[in-house]
């Protein structure tokens, strides 16, 4: 499956990342393009119908929102995880860069 990135603000996000996050984070996209919905925990973790959390471990505990359409992989938003629930406002960002992409 082919990885695509929903928008700037999630290519920003990754490409600031610290060195060994960001190494791990192209390796989980790796991953994910892979195995497709076939990744499970404790890499992925579904959120709703077609909403997944890439979860990134190490220095950092990052997350990043993805969503399967038309046979693609859209990698929506991301954040450090500051928490253990996943925080309001991001899941709302995920949510609403998702319906977008069942418009466009």
Do not use: C, W
Request: hydrophobic content about 40%; proline content about 3%; aromatic content about 12%.
């Amino acid at each position: 499956m082919k990885v695509i990135f929903f928008d700037q603000q999630i290519k920003k996000f990754i490409s600031k990342l610290e060195k060994t996050s960001f190494a791990k984070t192209l390796q989980m996209i790796g991953l994910v393009e892979e195995l497709g919905p076939n990744l499970r925990m404790p890499y992925s973790k579904k959120i709703s119908s077609n909403l997944f959390e890439l979860r990134i471990r190490g220095k950092q505990e990052l997350r990043i929102f993805y969503s399967f359409y038309k046979n693609e992989i859209f990698l929506l938003h991301g954040f450090v995880k500051k928490s253990q629930r996943i925080p309001k406002k991001e899941l709302e960002t995920a949510k609403s860069k998702l319906s977008r992409l069942a418009i466009a």
